[in-house]
């Protein structure tokens, strides 16, 4: 464990590092849209953007707005001030407008050779699944043509044997955090997703292996509350360590860099490489952008809470996320609907000044679902 918390703590890894010293290429992408096992394939690293909560968005903020969302503005001022200067291309996707407002001031600015713009369908249904499969194939193209290399479809098809052994050892992983007294925390959980978006998948896999055995041996945790965290992209350990802090246990959640980036089904088409990808990956979208989808999104919140125990849930979304903010209302009502009772957190990503707002609301929170009472692991709350 503690060679993923060291990896996810700064944005240029070692890993990375060592990666480009061998003359490797990295990626840069952001959307859990984006079908890694293509770039894999391609024998390129495929590097998930991250900010870490940075607060800095000096550089950013003269390219976006601030009324745009924060996480994205951080995203861009590490783009433009050089942190990510490692990258050697970037793969941009229609996630959201202020998502594509980072992608594209970045590229004004830094003129990357390699830049491909991922047109995502907001739909799921045979037509969109046959135009995303099409666009995948123009992906595809692009980085042949670009970086010299062939991508076979059983290049692809060995990718995605791995991808999916990755994702099944992850759902392993989670369910140690369901246990009556979790084996790891949501900080923690969050650290290893984090870490492995920077990774290879077989490089990533054989750490889960030894993550998912090493755990499995160590005592259960208690604590005061049984939480599930859903919201907007938020990479922020330090947010999760900050509510569990206060004495409460992220067991499960439903966020971008968490069980959403690799939970659901897979393909069916196993046949044909890219349409499966087109399947697994439009097929798995838990995001309000899918906006034909809300009641499957509001059932994988639902079967994430139920199969926890949790006894709350804490909706988190960054300030000015319009899909987000507008989607947390239908989430409270149903969450609520159906026992839970929920915190709706608003927050400034990365701001210091919003850290003690945050700890107060938490504690209200924690105090108003039952703190005299003793949860299942016996841990007084």
């Given at each position: 464990m503690e060679e993923l918390q060291r990896r996810s703590s700064d944005i240029f890894t070692d890993y990375v590092r060592r990666w480009k010293e061998g003359g490797g290429k990295v990626l840069g992408y952001s959307c859990v849209a984006t079908p890694v096992e293509i770039i894999e394939a391609a024998g390129i690293l495929p590097y998930r953007i991250k900010a870490f909560g940075h607060p800095d968005t000096e550089l950013g903020d003269s390219y976006l707005a601030r009324f745009n969302c924060r996480f994205c503005r951080s995203c861009l001022q590490l783009g433009l001030d050089g942190t990510y200067d490692f990258l050697d291309g970037l793969i941009e996707t229609n996630g959201c407008d202020h998502l594509r407002g980072m992608f594209e001031n970045w590229q004004y600015a830094k003129k990357y050779g390699f830049f491909h713009y991922l047109k995502v369908p907001h739909f799921l249904r045979r037509d969109s699944l046959e135009y995303f499969t099409?666009?995948?194939?123009?992906?595809?193209?692009?980085?042949?043509?670009?970086?010299?290399?062939?991508?076979?479809?059983?290049?692809?098809?060995?990718?995605?044997?791995?991808?999916?052994?990755?994702?099944?050892?992850?759902?392993?992983?989670?369910?140690?955090?369901?246990?009556?007294?979790?084996?790891?925390?949501?900080?923690?959980?969050?650290?290893?997703?984090?870490?492995?978006?920077?990774?290879?998948?077989?490089?990533?896999?054989?750490?889960?292996?030894?993550?998912?055995?090493?755990?499995?041996?160590?005592?259960?945790?208690?604590g005061?509350?049984?939480?599930?965290?859903?919201g907007s992209a938020t990479d922020e350990v330090d947010l999760v360590a900050e509510i569990e802090d206060q004495g409460a246990l992220v067991v499960a959640d439903a966020l971008c860099y968490g069980s959403r980036s690799f939970w659901g089904r897979e393909g069916e088409s196993v046949e044909e490489p890219l349409l499966y990808l087109a399947e697994k990956y439009l097929g798995n979208l838990f995001c309000?952008?899918?906006?034909?989808?809300?009641?499957?999104?509001?059932?994988?919140?639902?079967?994430?809470?139920?199969?926890?125990?949790?006894?709350?849930?804490i909706i988190t979304y960054n300030k000015f996320c319009d899909l987000h903010g507008v989607e947390s209302v239908s989430l409270r009502k149903d969450l609520e609907d159906n026992g839970i009772p929920v915190l709706v957190l608003e927050k400034d990503y990365g701001s210091p000044a919003d850290a003690g707002r945050i700890r107060t609301r938490v504690q209200a929170f924690l105090e108003r679902i039952g703190s005299g009472s003793v949860d299942r692991a016996g841990a007084v709350r």
């Amino acid at each position: 464990m503690e060679e993923l918390q060291r990896r996810s703590s700064d944005i240029f890894t070692d890993y990375v590092r060592r990666w480009k010293e061998g003359g490797g290429k990295v990626l840069g992408y952001s959307c859990v849209a984006t079908p890694v096992e293509i770039i894999e394939a391609a024998g390129i690293l495929p590097y998930r953007i991250k900010a870490f909560g940075h607060p800095d968005t000096e550089l950013g903020d003269s390219y976006l707005a601030r009324f745009n969302c924060r996480f994205c503005r951080s995203c861009l001022q590490l783009g433009l001030d050089g942190t990510y200067d490692f990258l050697d291309g970037l793969i941009e996707t229609n996630g959201c407008d202020h998502l594509r407002g980072m992608f594209e001031n970045w590229q004004y600015a830094k003129k990357y050779g390699f830049f491909h713009y991922l047109k995502v369908p907001h739909f799921l249904r045979r037509d969109s699944l046959e135009y995303f499969t099409e666009e995948l194939s123009l992906l595809r193209m692009a980085l042949e043509d670009h970086f010299g290399v062939e991508i076979s479809d059983d290049a692809l098809r060995e990718s995605i044997g791995t991808v999916n052994q990755v994702q099944a050892r992850l759902r392993d992983l989670y369910a140690l955090r369901e246990e009556e007294r979790p084996r790891l925390s949501g900080a923690e959980a969050l650290q290893v997703i984090c870490t492995g978006s920077s990774m290879r998948a077989n490089d990533f896999l054989d750490l889960l292996d030894r993550l998912v055995e090493e755990k499995s041996r160590v005592s259960g945790i208690q604590g005061r509350a049984r939480l599930l965290l859903l919201g907007s992209a938020t990479d922020e350990v330090d947010l999760v360590a900050e509510i569990e802090d206060q004495g409460a246990l992220v067991v499960a959640d439903a966020l971008c860099y968490g069980s959403r980036s690799f939970w659901g089904r897979e393909g069916e088409s196993v046949e044909e490489p890219l349409l499966y990808l087109a399947e697994k990956y439009l097929g798995n979208l838990f995001c309000p952008r899918m906006f034909t989808e809300y009641e499957r999104r509001r059932d994988f919140v639902l079967e994430r809470a139920r199969q926890a125990r949790v006894d709350g849930a804490i909706i988190t979304y960054n300030k000015f996320c319009d899909l987000h903010g507008v989607e947390s209302v239908s989430l409270r009502k149903d969450l609520e609907d159906n026992g839970i009772p929920v915190l709706v957190l608003e927050k400034d990503y990365g701001s210091p000044a919003d850290a003690g707002r945050i700890r107060t609301r938490v504690q209200a929170f924690l105090e108003r679902i039952g703190s005299g009472s003793v949860d299942r692991a016996g841990a007084v709350r």
